[in-house]
């Protein structure tokens, strides 16, 4: 009989056997460390006053604050904001989806729609707040069309790349098979535009999810964002740590639900991503892409000369024209606008600088990944508004706190995509800096980087459009200092609507020539990879 080898698992010492369990014990163990930590931390500030109980309540109070509203008041505010979302969800994701797949089937529906849908997609959906308030006032309606707007986007998007680029291959599979039409469509080409719509009904969840908050901290009263504002007012600040516990956990809850959702519907191999490639016009096709907004400028205009609607809330075009150039003339609107892009860009400084130098460091160590990724994705599931009433409550209504904010809202897409980049590096580079005996800033430079370059630019392009988003946010909520968000929302309380809409213009001109920048850095930054 042949001697079983010392090696075998049934013969290696007992220490030796359970070594893989204690290391999976110890790595789960070490994802509670920071949380127990800060817990800690929380409650020796509380118990010697290093910080006023008003701006920091202890632990046992933001529990027992959970307990009594527990007992109906915090569940009433949620039951009615999940029924805004879900609501909104229903009509946009259906709308979006119906639109996307139109588009994506028909040539000529997206040349003739697509440019204008665009168009009108670049002006965030904060940004078409103010103008909301004054058309629908701030009932339901507000809440409903604001997420209309912010779920249609992306689903309709995410649709038409998946019908669109799922129709070639398929429609030479429909002609081998001799299918009609209609099962070509349903068969095929939905089937395979399923994990782009997917992908887009979650990005659209997350969305209006955060729109929904924006939108009942500025204008509500009912729902789980009115609570945060009741208690930010009466500096019942313990409330407020509970909504946001809320808040985050919920979040995480409809990520994993749609994530299994997605698993259970798309369970068969598929590519990662889809990416919306703007199809170019030639000749005639540059017309035609005029066609819609002139038709929308003309009814527009008869409109107001017809006084379908109170001339008041519907401007003529041209006196929105006129007003955009006045502002531009006499420094009122380019200033405004100036200070926001100034606060844009330091608040991606800040939190983009500090998202990308920790992604860094978890991305090379295993280690520090365990001990604070878990935390960290805990609290990317908390929606950014969410912090806003806590933001105030601690550094106020002043310059910091719009830094602050600006810099939370750009941190995490560099965070992610830096510390994945870097995780997922290859490792023939790290065979290579040991044959190259590399010390760690060698590896860096001349390796890691490198070779995480394309991630990490993408997040700071992503970075960019958030900090943007971020700005106009906090100037909504902080309309000290001026600002564009600051203008648009003394303009709503004036009702000069042909103000709002100029804003709205210069800020979607904004953010797509900020998005065209980041474009423009990642190519030039990463243009080596493809040489």
């Known amino acids: 009989m042949a001697r079983a080898s010392l090696s075998s698992p049934s013969l290696a010492p007992p220490g030796q056997r359970l070594r893989p369990f204690i290391s999976a014990y110890r790595g789960h163990l070490s994802a509670w460390y920071l949380p127990f930590g800060l817990a800690l931390l929380w409650w020796l500030a509380s118990r010697n006053l290093w910080m006023s109980e008003q701006i920091l309540p202890a632990p046992v109070v933001v529990w027992q604050s959970a307990q009594e509203l527990a007992g109906g008041e915090l569940w009433s505010?949620?039951?009615?904001?999940?029924?805004?979302?879900?609501?909104?969800?229903?009509?946009?994701?259906?709308?979006?989806?119906?639109l996307g797949a139109w588009l994506g089937v028909s040539r000529r529906a997206e040349r003739l729609v697509l440019p204008t849908f665009n168009a009108l997609a670049q002006i965030p959906t904060l940004a078409w707040v103010p103008l909301f308030m004054v058309l629908f006032g701030i009932g339901e309606v507000l809440k409903l069309v604001v997420l209309v707007k912010a779920i249609i986007v992306p689903v309709t998007l995410h649709t038409l790349?998946?019908?669109?680029?799922?129709?070639?291959?398929?429609?030479?599979?429909?002609?081998?098979?001799?299918?009609?039409?209609?099962?070509?469509?349903?068969?095929?080409?939905?089937?395979?535009?399923?994990?782009?719509?997917?992908a887009g009904v979650r990005l659209a969840l997350a969305t209006g999810w955060s729109s929904l908050l924006a939108v009942e901290l500025l204008a509500s009263s009912e729902g789980i964002g009115y609570l945060m504002v009741w208690a930010r007012q009466l500096f019942m600040l313990d409330i407020v740590f509970v909504c946001i516990a809320v808040i985050g956990l919920l979040?995480?809850?409809?990520?994993?639900?749609?994530?299994?959702?997605?698993?259970?519907?798309?369970?068969?191999?598929?590519?990662?991503?889809?990416?919306?490639?703007?199809?170019?016009?030639?000749?005639?096709?540059?017309?035609?892409?005029?066609?819609?907004?002139?038709?929308?400028?003309?009814?527009?205009?008869l409109a107001n000369q017809l006084q379908w609607v109170d001339a008041t809330i519907l401007v003529a075009p041209r006196q929105v024209l006129v007003t955009a150039w006045d502002g531009l003339l006499d420094g009122s609107l380019t200033s405004a606008l100036a200070v926001s892009v100034?606060?844009?860009?330091?608040?991606?400084?800040?939190g983009g600088g500090l998202g990308f130098a920790l992604g860094l460091w978890l991305g090379l160590s295993r280690p520090a990944e365990r001990l604070l990724g878990p935390t960290l994705a805990g609290l990317r599931q908390i929606a950014i508004f969410a912090w806003v009433p806590l933001l105030t409550a601690w550094f106020g209504l002043g310059e910091l706190t719009k830094w602050v904010f600006v810099g939370l809202a750009a941190f995490f897409p560099l965070f992610i995509a830096t510390q994945r980049s870097v995780a997922n590096r290859s490792a023939q580079l790290e065979e290579a800096a040991r044959v190259l005996?590399?010390?760690?800033?060698?590896r860096l430079l001349r390796l890691v980087l490198p070779?995480?370059?394309?991630?990490?630019?993408?997040?700071?392009?992503?970075?960019?459009?958030?900090?943007?988003?971020?700005?106009?946010?906090?100037?909504?909520?902080?309309?000290?200092?001026?600002?564009?968000?600051?203008?648009?929302?003394?303009?709503?309380?004036?009702?000069?609507?042909?103000?709002?809409?100029?804003?709205?213009?210069?800020?979607?001109?904004?953010?797509?020539?900020?998005?065209?920048l980041g474009q423009y850095i990642e190519a030039r930054a990463t243009r080596w990879r493809r040489a």
Do not use: C
């Open 437 to 442: 005996h590399l010390n760690l800033l060698q």
């Open 251 to 301: 979040g995480f809850a409809m990520d994993r639900g749609l994530g299994w959702l997605e698993r259970r519907l798309v369970h068969w191999p598929h590519p990662a991503g889809a990416e919306l490639r703007v199809q170019r016009l030639q000749g005639v096709e540059y017309l035609q892409a005029l066609l819609l907004p002139l038709a929308l400028v003309i009814v527009w205009q």
């Open 77 to 98: 505010h949620l039951a009615i904001s999940l029924q805004r979302l879900l609501i909104g969800l229903l009509v946009g994701v259906g709308s979006g989806a119906v």
């Open 342 to 350: 100034g606060r844009a860009l330091g608040g991606l400084l800040l």
């Open 161 to 198: 790349v998946g019908v669109r680029d799922a129709q070639p291959r398929l429609r030479e599979a429909a002609a081998v098979l001799k299918l009609p039409r209609h099962l070509l469509i349903t068969r095929l080409i939905l089937p395979a535009a399923l994990p782009a719509f997917m």
């Open 451 to 516: 070779g995480a370059a394309p991630g990490i630019f993408a997040g700071l392009r992503i970075g960019l459009i958030y900090a943007w988003l971020g700005t106009i946010g906090a100037e909504y909520f902080m309309p000290s200092g001026g600002g564009i968000g600051s203008l648009m929302i003394g303009a709503q309380q004036l009702l000069r609507m042909d103000l709002i809409m100029a804003a709205m213009l210069l800020v979607g001109l904004t953010g797509a020539l900020l998005g065209a």
